[in-house]
């Protein structure tokens, strides 16, 4: 069975769980000067993490949706307004920060454009409205394909957001992934942004966790929500040893991912009901099949019956996830698959 529901589905690497024996240990919840824990394996994580992304401070939290969550909190208070983007993951699929007994958060959206771009316009109609509290971006952004958000989108927005005096935060949980698909580092998207989280987990290929990166009072803050929400450790040092070993090792090699997702849409580019939505530019493709069923669960039934197992995202859409452990054969196996899935269905 070839598995493209997510790149959550990495497996840690032999090199990788040997760096949990070797790693450092202590008590990541005995916390002393500017909220750091005890153990020493965490803070060279978090530390490693604030150089990556060019922030003051960084803190190792055991989810993405944590990240957002406990990011958004650090900055603005339950009951606020938030602008995101109508396709958000934190909007679609979290959906706790917006929850009437938990975050509580007021939702205005802004549109993105076929290229994934935030629309400025809506931002800046937003903005210009009065209210908004915090804006929301994501990169790469999950639902629209993968898309990628420019360096010079994100600037523009962040203009518009500190004439405003409203801080942006990036839901950068493929930050790497953007930061491969733009050819520049990760620092040079995060200078647009008062704050963001990033995955180990994903195509980086950790077993777990998550990591926010923000000015120290931001952390702090961020700190004392994680521990709120049940996000203190103790010897977490077994999760931030693979997490180094990731950031060391596997940014370079996520290029291989992008280039099978390219080799996969290329060889589904002709058909003629099966329809890719926008850019194809990381590791994800997202195909509109409509065209052959108005049911892509059944048709996520049918491509399990062939091998390849998928899912639906926005209920009309199936995304296609390529990440460690999926190989070029892989990829055309799956376009295999796919074409034939389309003579099927319209048999």
Do not use: W
């Not at 903005?127 to 898309?147: F, K, M, P, R, T």
């Amino acid at each position: 069975m070839i598995d493209l529901r997510s790149d959550t589905l990495t497996k840690p690497t032999p090199h990788m769980l040997q760096t949990i024996l070797t790693a450092s240990l202590g008590d990541d919840d005995r916390t002393h000067e500017l909220g750091r824990g005890e153990d020493p394996t965490v803070n060279e994580l978090e530390d490693l993490a604030a150089r990556i992304t060019g922030k003051q401070a960084a803190v190792l939290v055991p989810s993405g949706c944590m990240a957002n969550t406990a990011a958004v909190l650090a900055q603005v208070k339950p009951g606020s307004t938030l602008l995101v983007d109508e396709q958000q993951h934190l909007l679609l699929s979290e959906k706790y920060l917006f929850d009437p007994d938990f975050g509580r958060m007021q939702l205005k959206t802004y549109r993105h454009d076929e290229h994934g771009q935030p629309n400025l316009d809506d931002i800046a109609a937003a903005l210009d409205a009065g209210g908004v509290d915090l804006i929301c971006v994501e990169n790469s952004h999950n639902y629209a394909g993968g898309a990628v958000v420019t360096c010079d989108r994100l600037a523009a927005v962040h203009e518009l957001a500190q004439a405003h005096g409203v801080p942006v935060h990036m839901d950068g949980a493929r930050l790497f992934n953007a930061a491969t698909a733009l050819g520049v580092p990760a620092a040079d998207i995060c200078v647009h942004v008062d704050s963001l989280m990033f995955c180990l987990s994903k195509g980086l290929g950790a077993p777990v966790g998550s990591v926010i990166c923000s000015d120290q009072e931001t952390i702090l803050a961020a700190r004392r929500i994680r521990k709120a929400l049940g996000g203190a450790m103790r010897q977490a040092g077994i999760i931030a040893a693979p997490g180094i070993y990731a950031l060391r090792h596997h940014v370079e090699r996520l290029q291989e991912d992008h280039d099978n997702a390219r080799a996969f849409a290329d060889a589904i580019a002709g058909l003629a009901c099966t329809r890719i939505v926008g850019d194809v530019v990381t590791n994800i493709v997202v195909v509109d099949v409509s065209g052959i069923t108005d049911d892509p669960l059944a048709y996520c039934e049918r491509a399990a019956e062939h091998g390849l197992i998928i899912r639906p995202v926005m209920k009309r859409y199936i995304r296609f996830v390529f990440y460690l452990g999926i190989t070029h054969d892989d990829a055309l196996e799956a376009a295999r698959i796919v074409r034939e899935l389309e003579s099927a269905f319209a048999r």
